[in-house]
């Protein structure tokens, strides 16, 4: 704060020296001139100069450019020259008028010049509330990409804890048993062995429980290049209803308690895509109906034209349905839709299907949304694909 002050004394004590050489400096020119100039000339001179003064030093040194320039104007061009006396009464009029005009016209410059360095200021002000409403939003959204990150990573933490520690521990409960009887007893020293169907069952559950750390593991590998854009599509003309009927035969074991209905157009055409992807989705879609529905009630599957050059397909069940403000959440990784209350064991899985399916269809250039059921009951799930166009190359990359 000294350091201001004394600066703007600095300046201030300038502006007075300016002023009072000025005026000397001024008076000094013109008098050189003689009788050539008159005291109006002089007057138009000596306020040029306090106007200049006002505007780069503000209105006090002004004032004494005004005063000095009144006591100036009077000593060296009003008669009596070379008095401070004013012997006509219209030079007195002359004078006032001229310290009237020298200070109104200092302090309007002045003034002006105030509005000036406000202005700039006010400028400045705003660029740094800009400049910090700017770093706020940057840390902000900082913020939110770390909140984001660290989500991620609970649910990832979340997906590995049970997907992969439960088989992981199935599988090292089945070997230690084996090993142990190899070895002819525990660790409590006690002797046992296993039969022949203890033993198998043992290896069944082993090689079950290393299908599913597989299948974990390439939801992983799939999710992360359908995120990195490197996912390579086979494309080729096929038949839909062909391809469903792929996916039925392979869900046989999950869909034994339901009943499965197809519906498709007879006039359905063939379509140019990656079969396996495609198989892939509709397969998720009918595990994900076998598993969130009761057993004995009915999965229908739709086949039809969609709107343009694309096919509609479709997987409904009878189950409870995913509620509206869930719907856009359901294709997030690791995310399974429950509803409030439920307390029921929760279905099996790894919570990467519908993502995988939502970024297959995506590559394809098709949607996938979630509908009510048509009886307003359950869950639709429906996804389109473009019929393809012949120009299209072979094989595609996305």
Same mark, same amino acid.
């Given at each position: 704060?000294?350091g201001v002050?004394?600066?703007?004394?600095?300046?201030?004590?300038?502006?007075?020296?300016?002023?009072?050489?000025?005026?000397?400096?001024?008076?000094?020119?013109?008098?050189?001139?003689?009788?050539?100039?008159?005291?109006?000339?002089?007057?138009?001179?000596?306020?040029?100069?306090?106007?200049? $003064?006002?505007?780069?030093w503000?209105?006090?040194?002004?004032?004494l450019?005004?005063?000095?320039?009144?006591?100036?104007?009077?000593?060296?061009?009003?008669?009596?020259?070379?008095?401070?006396?004013?012997?006509?009464?219209?030079?007195?009029?002359?004078?006032?008028?001229?310290?009237?005009?020298?200070?109104?016209?200092?302090?309007?410059?002045?003034?002006?010049?105030?509005?000036?360095?406000?202005?700039?200021?006010?400028?400045?002000?705003?660029e740094?509330?800009?400049?910090?409403?700017?770093?706020?939003?940057e840390?902000?959204?900082?913020?939110?990409?770390?909140?984001?990150?660290?989500?991620?990573?609970?649910?990832?933490?979340?997906?590995?804890t049970?997907?992969?520690?439960?088989?992981?521990?199935?599988?090292?409960?089945?070997?230690?048993?084996?090993?142990?009887?190899?070895?002819?007893?525990?660790?409590?020293?006690?002797?046992?062995?296993?039969?022949?169907?203890?033993?198998?069952?043992?290896?069944?559950?082993?090689?079950? +429980?290393?299908?599913?750390?597989?299948?974990?593991?390439?939801?992983?590998? +799939?999710?992360?290049?359908?995120?990195?854009?490197?996912?390579?599509?086979?494309?080729?003309?096929?038949?839909?209803?062909?391809?469903?009927?792929?996916?039925?035969?392979?869900?046989?074991?999950?869909?034994?308690?339901?009943?499965?209905?197809?519906?498709?157009?007879?006039?359905?055409? $063939?379509?140019?895509v990656?079969?396996?992807?495609?198989a892939?989705?509709?397969?998720?879609?009918?595990?994900?109906?076998a598993?969130?529905?009761?057993?004995?009630?009915a999965?229908?599957?739709n086949?039809?034209?969609?709107?343009?050059?694309?096919?509609?397909?479709?997987?409904e069940?009878?189950?409870?349905g995913?509620?509206?403000?869930?719907?856009?959440?359901?294709?997030?990784?690791?995310?399974?839709?429950?509803?409030?209350?439920?307390?029921?064991?929760?279905?099996?899985?790894?919570?990467?299907?519908?993502?995988?399916?939502?970024?297959?269809?995506?590559?394809?250039g098709?949607?996938?949304?979630? +509908?009510d059921?048509?009886?307003?009951?359950?869950?639709?799930?429906?996804?389109?694909?473009?019929?393809?166009?012949?120009?299209?190359?072979?094989?595609?990359?996305?």
């Open positions: 704060m000294s002050w004394r600066e703007v004394s600095g300046r201030r004590w300038v502006g007075y020296s300016v002023a009072a050489l000025g005026v000397g400096v001024v008076t000094a020119v013109l008098k050189q001139f003689g009788g050539h100039i008159n005291p109006t000339t002089v007057a138009l001179a000596l306020l040029l100069l306090v106007l200049f $003064v006002a505007t780069l503000g209105s006090r040194p002004a004032v450019a005004s005063v000095v320039g009144l006591v100036c104007f009077n000593y060296f061009y009003l008669p009596p020259v070379g008095a401070l006396t004013i012997a006509d009464p219209e030079n007195w009029v002359a004078l006032t008028v001229f310290l009237v005009v020298a200070l109104t016209a200092g302090q309007l410059s002045a003034r002006v010049r105030r509005r000036a360095e406000e202005a700039e200021e006010g400028r400045r002000e705003i740094r509330l800009y400049s910090e409403l700017r770093d706020a939003f840390r902000a959204s900082r913020a939110e990409a770390l909140r984001q990150s660290e989500r991620l990573k609970s649910a990832l933490l979340d997906a590995v049970h997907d992969i520690r439960t088989p992981l521990t199935s599988i090292k409960a089945s070997v230690t048993t084996l090993l142990d009887e190899a070895r002819g007893g525990g660790s409590d020293g006690h002797a046992f062995t296993l039969d022949a169907e203890s033993r198998r069952d043992m290896l069944d559950v082993i090689n079950e +429980e290393s299908d599913r750390l597989a299948r974990f593991v390439e939801g992983l590998i +799939e999710l992360a290049r359908i995120e990195a854009g490197e996912m390579q599509l086979r494309r080729g003309w096929g038949a839909i209803d062909e391809i469903i009927a792929n996916v039925l035969a392979r869900a046989e074991k999950l869909t034994a308690g339901h009943v499965v209905k197809v519906e498709t157009d007879a006039d359905l055409p $063939v379509v140019r990656d079969p396996r992807a495609v892939e989705v509709v397969y998720t879609l009918v595990d994900n109906a598993k969130y529905s009761p057993e004995g009630t999965i229908l599957i086949v039809r034209r969609g709107e343009g050059a694309s096919v509609e397909i479709s997987v069940d009878e189950g409870p995913v509620p509206a403000e869930l719907r856009a959440r359901v294709f997030d990784k690791f995310f399974r839709a429950t509803h409030e209350g439920d307390t029921g064991p929760k279905p099996s899985g790894t919570g990467m299907g519908l993502a995988i399916a939502h970024g297959i269809v995506e590559a394809h098709g949607h996938i949304w979630i +509908e059921g048509a009886r307003g009951a359950g869950a639709r799930f429906v996804f389109t694909l473009p019929i393809g166009d012949d120009d299209e190359s072979l094989e595609s990359g996305v």
